[in-house]
């Protein structure tokens, strides 16, 4: 495998970021996961505009323009000889002291795996997933807005652990109020009555590239969408419950906290947004 890092591509092996280097120490940086189907990168200027959001956020400049960016995801399929995969791109503050001043980094390291994914087993997909409510609480905007798809991601490595203790893989985060904020690493969307329903960022949700994907679908299919808090109840007694993301794509859930989902198998709204899903990714997507 080939990794890009810092403007050249290296051996796997030989990718290597410095010990002092604050995304390690820190978490300090930003990331994107990117889907590359049949030789198309799905969605790249999105995702490319929200690192370039995440960063100014964080007062973290890109040594990068979104052109060159582009470029080396576009090369890093390339290299690795990728028809379909995945992307991992991080910039994270580079190489400073062991203090927190961030100042002290002069030079921010950016780096892309492009390999293969899977994060769930087909069964998932076929079965729905079983969700667990999971007692840690999702970051407060006005402390790490979840907005930021930093590389600190202890938050939801928390609450996945409770997940995984508990005999599943994903857990249902709620937000410093009580609503639905997401699940540790996915977009939540329930559906009543033919309408869909996702929380909106404010509530603790990343803007997530799938999750919008998800709306315009909805709304070329004539499907009513709309952002509201939700809370464990409205999950619980919805018709259909679904999860997104870049890694995950469209994902039926089955349960949660042991209640029964609709009929707790994927319902008919959530296949046919799924069908949809598929034939964009067939069809859309930034050559490489």
Do not use: W
């Not at 508990?166 to 937000?175: Q, R």
């Not at 404010?202 to 509201?228: F, M, Q, W």
């Not at 993301?245 to 799924?274: C, F, H, M, N």
Request: hydrophobic content about 40%.
């Amino acid at each position: 495998m080939k990794i890009y890092l810092d403007g050249k591509f290296v051996d796997e092996q030989d990718a290597k970021v410095s010990v002092f280097d604050h995304g390690l120490l820190y978490g300090d940086g930003v990331f994107e996961g990117i889907r590359l189907y049949h030789g198309r990168i799905f969605r790249l200027d999105a995702h490319i505009d929200r690192l370039f959001s995440c960063a100014k956020a964080i007062m973290l400049e890109i040594p990068m323009s979104k052109s060159e960016l582009v470029a080396a995801c576009c090369a890093a399929c390339r290299e690795n000889k990728l028809v379909d995969g995945y992307l991992r791109l991080v910039v994270t503050r580079g190489v400073g002291n062991l203090g927190l001043n961030p100042f002290t980094c002069k030079k921010p390291t950016v780096f892309i795996i492009a390999a293969t994914i899977e994060l769930y087993p087909q069964s998932v997909y076929e079965k729905g997933i079983e969700l667990i409510t999971a007692a840690t609480m999702r970051n407060h905007p006005n402390a790490i807005n979840p907005a930021i798809k930093s590389l600190n991601y202890l938050n939801n490595i928390l609450a996945r652990i409770e997940a995984v203790r508990a005999g599943t893989v994903e857990a249902l985060m709620l937000n410093g109020e009580g609503f639905v904020a997401e699940c540790t690493g996915d977009n939540v969307f329930v559906i009543r009555n033919e309408k869909l329903t996702t929380p909106p960022v404010s509530a603790g949700a990343l803007n997530g590239i799938t999750r919008g994907v998800v709306l315009e679908l909805a709304s070329k299919l004539g499907l009513p969408a709309s952002e509201a808090n939700l809370t464990r109840y409205d999950v619980m007694t919805a018709d259909e419950c679904f999860l997104t993301g870049s890694a995950a794509e469209i994902v039926p859930v089955a349960s949660l906290d042991g209640r029964t989902i609709g009929t707790g198998k994927p319902g008919a709204v959530t296949l046919q947004l799924t069908t949809e899903f598929r034939k964009l990714t067939r069809s859309e997507g930034t050559p490489i």
